[in-house]
């Protein structure tokens, strides 16, 4: 993911870029905005974030992976319903407002703003996507940790109930910096703006399929976000381990890199191990900083089995790639042309994924 930051003015806050999918942070002074920043998108450590000064403009991060992604954070402090900030067209081109609660702080008046927030922001754009993070959860047991998501859930349930909005649809995540929970969170919250999540998804169905994957992963690998899975159940055990993986290798890649190459993306990386309890966890460069992981449950014994699994899967594997880079060939058509995205891949005759053999072809 190539990413930049800038910091807004206030006339700036309201011509955002069009062509980027943007999603809006906001929240109460102190709540974590800049620490969730800075950690999912600058690899900050957690425990440097206690530093952080509070911020005063509003500040945007560009990024790209594979969709172009602007993430704005808006300082507590700021009033945008004074009449000085077009609210209306910030609000109009979001794709989804990201509001943070600090759940180890009293949180009624940070209801009571978001509930003003969703009032006028789904008023002026339906189809804004609600993002609630209860925040720094870290610090709550177990069952204070729901209760308090019960709590919160019900209380924004009965205003939006009040306000005479049923049909504004908000998903809750407990979240906190110090684990997996935040980029977990984000990493659902970018899938949603992904226009072509289901034929990726589709995509990896098909992979797992043919290759006795148990479960895989396409990661943005500077973010440690992932921009799709397959349809099986995500389980957060199983995505820190992906994680961790992608670290591994980006570590050996920069320990071993050769002084004369400028970056990853120079040769392609990939790597593969056996875990303690006789997984393989595998990983593979993809297109725009993307990797793919995934975890193989075999039951060969003897090197020469082992040979041959790993390549069935580098070859689906290559295949899966070459979807990809057809995946984000149309898109880009489809941005020049202003074409909608939905309809251009159903009638792919020459879909790659034709070609995926099967492990038991070998
Ligand atoms: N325990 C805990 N503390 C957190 C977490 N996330 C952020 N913090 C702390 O919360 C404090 C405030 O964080 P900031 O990121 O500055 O908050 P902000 O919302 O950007 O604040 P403003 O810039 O004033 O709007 C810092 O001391 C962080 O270390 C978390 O997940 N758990």
């Known amino acids: 993911m190539e990413h ?5 003015t206030t006339s700036e806050l309201t011509t955002a870029d069009d062509s980027k999918a943007t999603i809006l942070l906001m929240g109460l002074r102190r709540c974590g905005k800049s620490s969730i920043c800075k950690v999912v998108f600058h690899s900050m450590q957690p425990l440097d974030t206690l530093y952080l000064e509070s911020t005063s403009k509003p500040t945007t991060e560009h990024f790209s992976t594979l969709i172009d992604l602007s993430v704005m954070e808006l ?6 319903f004074e009449p000085n900030y077009d609210s209306e067209r910030l609000f109009q081109n979001v794709g989804a407002l990201v509001y943070v609660i600090d759940s180890q702080d009293e949180y009624l008046n940070a209801l009571a703003n978001l509930s003003m927030i969703i009032e006028y922001a789904y008023k002026v754009n339906p189809k ?3 993002e609630v993070l209860i925040h720094k959860v870290d610090g709550l047991s177990e069952d204070f940790k729901l209760d308090t998501q019960r709590d919160i859930m019900q209380r924004i349930g009965d205003e939006l109930l009040d306000l005479g909005l049923e049909g504004v649809s908000i998903s809750f995540y407990l979240t906190s910096i110090f684990d997996h929970t935040i980029y977990e969170a984000f990493s659902r919250i970018v899938q949603k703006l992904i226009v072509e999540l289901p034929f990726l998804e589709n995509m990896l169905d098909n992979l797992v399929q043919q290759s006795n994957i148990e479960k895989c992963f396409l990661f943005d690998v500077n973010s440690k976000i992932y921009v799709s899975t397959d349809s099986s159940p995500v389980d957060i055990q199983t995505y820190e381990v992906c994680a961790e993986f992608v670290d591994v290798i980006l570590d050996l890649e920069n320990l071993y890199k050769s002084t004369e190459t400028t970056g990853f993306m120079d040769k392609e990386m990939m790597g593969v191990s056996k ?3 006789g997984v393989y966890i595998y990983l593979k460069q993809m297109i725009r ?5 995934g975890l193989i449950r075999t039951n060969t014994t003897g090197n020469n089995n082992n ?7 580098d070859y689906n594997v290559d295949i899966f790639k070459k979807g990809l880079q057809e995946i984000w060939a149309h898109t880009r058509l489809n941005k020049q042309n202003q074409i909608s995205t939905s309809s251009t891949f159903v009638d792919n005759t020459n ?7 099967t492990s038991s072809n070998i």
């Open 75 to 80: 300082p507590g402090q700021l009033n945008y």
């Open 4 to 8: 930049s930051s800038s910091s807004n």
């Open 307 to 313: 040979n041959n699994f790993l390549a069935v899967i």
């Open 351 to 357: 879909d790659p994924r034709h070609n995926l053999i």
């Open 128 to 130: 804004i996507n609600i």
């Open 289 to 293: 900083g993307l990797a793919l992981v």
């Open 275 to 277: 875990l303690n309890n």
